[in-house]
C-alpha cells in the first residue's frame, strides 16, 4: 500500500510565518567546488583544443563512439526528416504552438525611433538584432521541444541571423521531436554536443562550432556553471533555478484541478515547489485529499511527493488581499490566480514570472501553446526578472547627432559639467564647437 503523503501546513497569522516561509523558498544553485573546478578544466580544454576537446568529450561523457567533429554535425535535411518521422498529430501540435508562440512575440518586437529639436539636434535609438545565438537544449530521455519552441522563436523574429542549436545524444539517443521543433523554428545549425564543453564552444567558438553573441536554454548543473562562467564572454539569458507554480485560489475551484497543477510542476524534480495559498481551510483540506487520491495515478509519483514533502506547502492566509501579498513576498515564475474575479486582483501583482488568470487557465497551456514565453525566472528573481523575450536578442544603440547650434548649446552645458569633474579634455573638446 503506498503511504500517505504529508505536505506541510503554513498558516500566516502564525507569528513564525515569515521565518518558515523564508526556508520554505530557500534555494541555494551554486555549484560545489569540485564540479566549478570540473567546468572551469572543461572551458579551458574546449579553449586551447577546439574540435578535438569536444568530441573527446563527447566520447566521455554521452558514450559515443564519433571519429570526428563531422560525426557530430546535424544539417538541415536531418532536421527536415524529423518531420516525417513524428506522427501527423504531433506535428500539428508542434506547428499550431509555433505558430502561436510566433503570433506572440511578433508583438514584442522594437522599432528604432528618433526625434529632432528645435535647433536641429537629433536624438534617439536604434534597435538591432544579435548576429548570432545559441541555444542548449537537454538531450536524452528529458527533451523538451516546447523549449526548442520558446528559445529559437523569439531570436528569429527579432531578426537574429543564425541560430546554433547543441543537443546532446546520450548513447546515440535521438530525439527526433527536438529535431522537428528545431526544423520548424528556424534553426539554422545543430551540433550533438552538450554539458559544459557545449556551452564553451558556443561562447569561444571552435573550428566547427561558431562563436555565439548569446546562449539561452535550460541544462543541469555542469550547463549552470558554464553559462555563469563564460557570462561576460557572451550574453547568457539567466541561471535557473527549480520550476515553481503558486496557485492563489478562493476556494471555488474544483480541488482535483488544483492538485493536478501542483503536480505538473511537482513532476519536473525533486526540487521543484508547488504551493498554494488560500483563505479557505477547508478548501485546503480538501485540496490535500485530493493530492493523496492522485498521486497513485502519476506515472512520476515519487518524483511528485518527493517535490511536494521537501518543499511544497499549502498556505493558509486571512483572506485574498494577503493571498496576494504572500504572492509578491514569493515571486513566483508561474502564478494561478484560481478565482472568481483574477482582474480585480491583477493590478495589485508586482512580482510574476507568468500570470494564469481564472479556473480555466491551467499553467501547463502556458508551458506549450499559449504563445507567451515558459522561459520565466525562478527562485524569487520575478522581482528583478522578466520572461525570454524578443528584446533578449535585441540591442540598442543611442542616436545622437548634433546640428552646429546644438553642438554649440550643449558645449557649454558640458563644459562646465567636465570642469567640475576636473576633465579638462572633456572641456575643451565640447567648447570648440561652442559659437562665438
Not at 579551458?44 to 567533429?69: H, I, N, P, Y
Not at 504531433?90 to 499550431?96: D, K, P, T, V
Amino acid at each position: 500500500m503506498t503511504a500517505p503523503i504529508t505536505i506541510r501546513r503554513l498558516n500566516a497569522a502564525d507569528p513564525e510565518f515569515a521565518r518558515h516561509l523564508d526556508h520554505l523558498l530557500s534555494w541555494e544553485s551554486v555549484s560545489d567546488e569540485a564540479v566549478n573546478q570540473r567546468v572551469l578544466d572543461i572551458i579551458q580544454a574546449v579553449r586551447e583544443r577546439g574540435d578535438a576537446a569536444l568530441v573527446e568529450f563527447t566520447q566521455r561523457f554521452d558514450g559515443l563512439q564519433v571519429a570526428s567533429m563531422a560525426d557530430l554535425i546535424l544539417p538541415r535535411e536531418r532536421l527536415e526528416l524529423a518531420l516525417t518521422r513524428i506522427t501527423p498529430a504531433q506535428r500539428e501540435a508542434l506547428e499550431s504552438a509555433a505558430a502561436r508562440v510566433r503570433s506572440y512575440h511578433e508583438k514584442q518586437k522594437q522599432d528604432s525611433w528618433t526625434y529632432t529639436e528645435a535647433d536641429g539636434t537629433v536624438l534617439g535609438q536604434q534597435v538591432t538584432p544579435l548576429d548570432r545565438a545559441g541555444l542548449y537544449v537537454p538531450g536524452g530521455k528529458a527533451s523538451y521541444p516546447s523549449s526548442v519552441l520558446m528559445n529559437a522563436i523569439p531570436a528569429k523574429v527579432a531578426g537574429v541571423a543564425e541560430v546554433v542549436m547543441v543537443v546532446p545524444t546520450p548513447r546515440g539517443e535521438v530525439n527526433e521531436l527536438v529535431l522537428a521543433a528545431a526544423a520548424i523554428a528556424g534553426v539554422d545549425r545543430v551540433f550533438t554536443i552538450g554539458g559544459a564543453q557545449a556551452v564553451a564552444a558556443l561562447a569561444y567558438g571552435t573550428e566547427s562550432v561558431p562563436q555565439v553573441d548569446k546562449i539561452v536554454g535550460p541544462g543541469n548543473i555542469y550547463v549552470a556553471t558554464a553559462k555563469r562562467h563564460v557570462f561576460g564572454q557572451v550574453g547568457i539569458d539567466m541561471i535557473a533555478g527549480p520550476s515553481e507554480i503558486l496557485v492563489v485560489c478562493d476556494g471555488q475551484t474544483d480541488p482535483d484541478w488544483i492538485a493536478m497543477d501542483l503536480f505538473s510542476q511537482a513532476e519536473h524534480d525533486e526540487d521543484a515547489q508547488a504551493i498554494l495559498v488560500s483563505p479557505d481551510a477547508e478548501f485546503l483540506d480538501r485540496v490535500a485529499e485530493s493530492i493523496g487520491k492522485l498521486l497513485p495515478t502519476m506515472e512520476r509519483a515519487e518524483i511528485i511527493r518527493t517535490s511536494l514533502e521537501g518543499r511544497g506547502a499549502l498556505i493558509q492566509v486571512a483572506d485574498m488581499a494577503q493571498a496576494i501579498q504572500v504572492a509578491n513576498r514569493i515571486a513566483p515564475e508561474h502564478l494561478e490566480l484560481s478565482v472568481a474575479d483574477p482582474q480585480q486582483w491583477l493590478p495589485q501583482i508586482r512580482h510574476a514570472g507568468a500570470i494564469f488568470m481564472g479556473r480555466y487557465t491551467a499553467e501547463a497551456l502556458g508551458d506549450y501553446c499559449a504563445g507567451p514565453n515558459h522561459v520565466l525566472p525562478t527562485s524569487g528573481t520575478a522581482r528583478f526578472s522578466s520572461p525570454l523575450g524578443v528584446y533578449d536578442f535585441q540591442k540598442r544603440s543611442s542616436i545622437i547627432f548634433c546640428s552646429a547650434d546644438g553642438a554649440s548649446a550643449l558645449g557649454k552645458t558640458a563644459s562646465v559639467l567636465a570642469r567640475g569633474e576636473s576633465l579638462t579634455a572633456h572641456a575643451r573638446s565640447a567648447e570648440y564647437r561652442i559659437k562665438n
